[in-house]
């Protein structure tokens, strides 16, 4: 009897208990799956958003017409955090980064599921983490977010986040933000700033070296900070640059030129042209994030450089102030308020193209050129250059000379003090006052007086900027129009001078017979450039010397002197300021803009051709009758009481100026006579340094006292 043989029935029913198990374990995964999204759907739809006003937070720039970085300051929070976009970057930084953090960014919605898989299938292999799975759109709203989270919670705030960015902004949004946020180590912060301090340039032209630097300082900015760790720095620079061979986006030919480039060990100080103006705009609107300029980095920069330059040769002490202009766009070119910013012997943190100074002989021009339009005087008409007293007050020329009869052409050419003092008395110093107060450019007088004539020679104050405004309506032929160094001020001036004609400082006749004269000047020896029509000046006490020149485009004035006011043995404008002015003009272009010629209408005379009144000025009795000059007793203009004079080690000798009393003089140093002489001016030996006592005696035996202290440099 066969048995037949036993076959387990349980098998089928197994696999077929399987199969089930599997469903449900798939079932379960996809109700897990699909719980998982809807809760994180539900989390970015209730989840409150970021703040984006951190965004904005920049730092505040000033740049130039071009829109060219003059100055930065730090953000709110103290950090270097410079707008910034793709445009202003180089292509190859933007695809270096793209490449090694985030291949797949314009394609996913803020997470990138297959980098999520990935990274969790080898932490899951290796038991560690091997690769991750951020986007840059996470890395964004980390940034934003203030915190770097690396637990799984504080991820999964990241992704939701992320998302949320994604559904409000641009991809291209996403990323100028982290072009703007990107962590480079300290108070870095974004690619411009990165760029500028480590490589000293924008990030618009980087090398490849450079770009695949600050793709990798990103990752670990304070272990790769160059100023710290470059060789760290190094390492991953090496890194990015072979991710970036093998993904195709630079050749292995640029990867290995790249990896033998040095690497900066040290940051740079941010571009800082114009501080003194950049400092005035952010004060006047101290809530604009950009502050555009009217001014020209490379020109201020360059000026900035002759400022500084020449005042070394000056002394230890002296400053000097620059400011160009375009005349003919109205604007200023450049302004150099001191030779430099943080130079303590210099006070430069003084911008002393706004401090109010004597202007010395520059304001004859138009005391000369409102006459004329007043039909008081001619270019050709004689004038006696000869003693003369005007009440109490007896002016004096420069050298102690008088020429005699010369002409007013001759007399502006050699900047004569007592012919444009007479033209002055007879024009009228409220006059000259007054119209150069009507086109904004009063001066600044002592309290409660009144133009008298000490302005034809420096008794007032201005500042450089507006003498600069002044000589620029002369280079426009009369035609006075505010120079501005805000671009906004600009574009509506603009619109207002289209609709509007602009103010007349003079007539253009006048201006063009001021022009010729100052044109003929000749140039201080060993002047750079071509001729231009200029000015100079030196005020009382040898406190500041001025130049001042046009030609058909460009107004550049020259301060130089010491901030504190301190009087300067041997400063004279044509000698000090004037050769920096033909340099300046150089620098700015090489080759000069035609002076404006002859008006319409107008025609060269000669003496002979004047009518009789015009022939020769005689003066008035106004000046004898006026209340603002009175007799003076004798006194010391120079030095004044209390005055601290440099003492220069190779001069011996200080020059001394008196006025009113009866000659001669008798000049005392220390109570010791030490000179008589028959005129006002005299040079006395004093000490090295330290006080000095200085008295003078008159043949009337009227006295006058000042004491000086003399500091050697």
């Given amino acids: 009897m066969s048995v037949a043989p036993h076959v387990p029935q349980s098998q089928p029913r197994l696999s077929q208990g399987r199969r089930r198990l599997a ?36 730092s505040p720039t000033v740049v130039d017409r071009d829109g060219r970085l003059l100055r930065a300051y730090t953000a709110p929070d103290g ?90 902004l641009s991809k291209q949004a996403i990323l100028n933000i982290y072009l703007r946020l990107a962590p480079y180590g300290g108070n870095l912060e974004g690619v411009r700033a990165a760029s500028l301090s480590y490589f000293g340039k924008e990030p618009k032209r980087l090398t490849i070296a450079e770009a695949a630097l600050l793709v990798a300082l990103p990752q670990s900015p304070e272990r790769r900070r160059l100023d710290r760790h470059p060789s760290a720095a190094r390492k991953a620079r090496d890194h990015v640059l072979a991710i970036a061979a093998a993904r195709g986006v630079i050749s292995a030919p640029e990867a290995a030129k ?24 952010r004060t006047r609107a ?32 002296m400053s000097v102030a620059i400011v160009a202009a375009d005349h003919r766009s109205g ?23 706004r401090a109010s100074r004597s202007p010395g002989s520059t304001l004859k021009p138009f005391i000369y050129g409102l006459a004329m339009d007043r039909g008081l005087i001619h270019a050709e008409t004689l004038i006696d250059d000869v003693p003369t007293r005007f009440g109490g007050y007896r002016p004096k020329n420069f050298g102690e000379d008088f020429r005699g009869t010369v002409t007013i052409r001759e007399a502006l050419a050699g900047s004569l003090n007592i012919p444009a003092v007479k033209v002055l008395d007879r024009l009228g110093p409220g006059h000259l006052i ?58 509506n ?42 000015k100079t000046g030196t005020s009382y006490g040898h406190r500041d010397a001025w130049a001042i020149g046009f030609d058909g485009r460009h107004t550049v004035g020259v301060w130089v002197g010491r901030a504190d006011g301190t009087a300067t043995p041997g400063l004279v404008g044509r000698e000090t300021a004037a050769p920096i002015l033909f340099d300046a003009f150089q620098r700015i272009s090489a080759r000069r803009s035609p002076l404006p010629g002859r008006p319409p209408g107008s025609r060269r005379m000669s003496a002979r051709d004047l009518p009789p009144p015009l022939r020769r000025f005689e003066r008035t009795h106004r000046a004898s009758k006026s209340a603002a000059f009175v007799a003076t007793p004798l006194r010391i203009v120079f030095p004044p009481d209390r005055a601290e004079i440099a003492a220069i080690p ?11 009393g009866t000659l001669p003089l008798t000049w005392l140093v220390d109570g010791r006579p030490v000179v008589t002489a028959a005129q006002y001016r005299s040079f006395l030996q004093l000490p090295s340094d330290g006080f000095a006592r200085i008295s003078v005696i008159d043949a009337d035996g009227r006295t006058a006292r000042t004491r000086v202290r003399l500091i050697a440099e």
Avoid at 290 to 298: E, G, V
Avoid at 302 to 308: D, G, H, P
Avoid at 331 to 353: E, K, N, Q
Wanted: hydrophobic share 45%; proline share 7%; glycine share 6%.
């Fill in 650 to 660: 190779d001069r011996s000798t200080l020059a001394v100026t008196a006025e009113g």
């Fill in 286 to 317: 101290p809530n604009t994030q950009t502050h555009r300029l009217t001014l020209k980095r490379a020109t201020q920069a360059r000026l900035e450089r002759l400022a500084r330059d020449r005042a070394k040769t000056l002394g230890a002490r």
């Fill in 434 to 491: 007054g119209r150069l107060s009507e086109l904004g450019a009063a001066p600044t007088l002592p309290d409660a007086t009144v133009p008298d004539l000490a302005v034809a020679l420096g008794g007032l104050g201005y500042d450089l900027r507006t003498l600069v405004t002044l000589y620029a309506a002369l280079a426009q032929g009369g035609d006075h129009q505010p120079l501005t160094w805000l671009q906004s001020d600009a574009d």
């Fill in 79 to 168: 950090r270097w955090r410079l707008p910034v976009q793709t445009s202003d970057v180089d292509p190859r930084f933007v695809r270096m980064l793209l490449a090694f953090e985030d291949r797949r960014f314009f394609a996913h919605s803020g997470i990138d599921y297959r980098a999520v898989v990935r990274a969790s299938l080898q932490a899951a292999l290796h038991r560690r983490l091997v690769s991750g799975a951020s986007t840059l759109t996470m890395q964004v709203a980390r940034l934003i977010a203030r915190k770097h989270e690396r637990t799984l919670p504080g991820k999964l705030r990241q992704m939701v986040h992320a998302v949320q960015l994604e559904r409000v």
């Fill in 23 to 58: 469903a449900v374990s798939l079932l379960v995964v996809l109700a897990v799956g699909v719980l998982a999204l809807a809760a994180f759907e539900w989390a970015v739809r209730t989840r409150p958003p970021l703040d984006l006003t951190s965004i904005a937070q920049m």
């Fill in 258 to 281: 790249a990896r033998r480039a040095r690497v900066p060990a040290t940051r740079k100080p941010f571009p800082q042209f114009a501080p003194h103006v950049a400092d005035e705009a």
């Fill in 493 to 534: 001036a603009k619109t207002v001078t289209d609709a509007v004609d602009a103010p007349k400082l003079m007539s253009p006749k006048a201006a063009y017979e001021i022009l010729r004269i100052l044109r003929a000047a000749p140039p201080p020896p060993n002047a750079r450039g071509a001729r231009i029509a200029f």
């Fill in 331 to 353: 604007t200023f070119t450049a302004i150099v308020g001191s030779p430099g910013l943080h130079s303590v012997s210099r006070l430069g943190a003084i911008d002393m193209s």
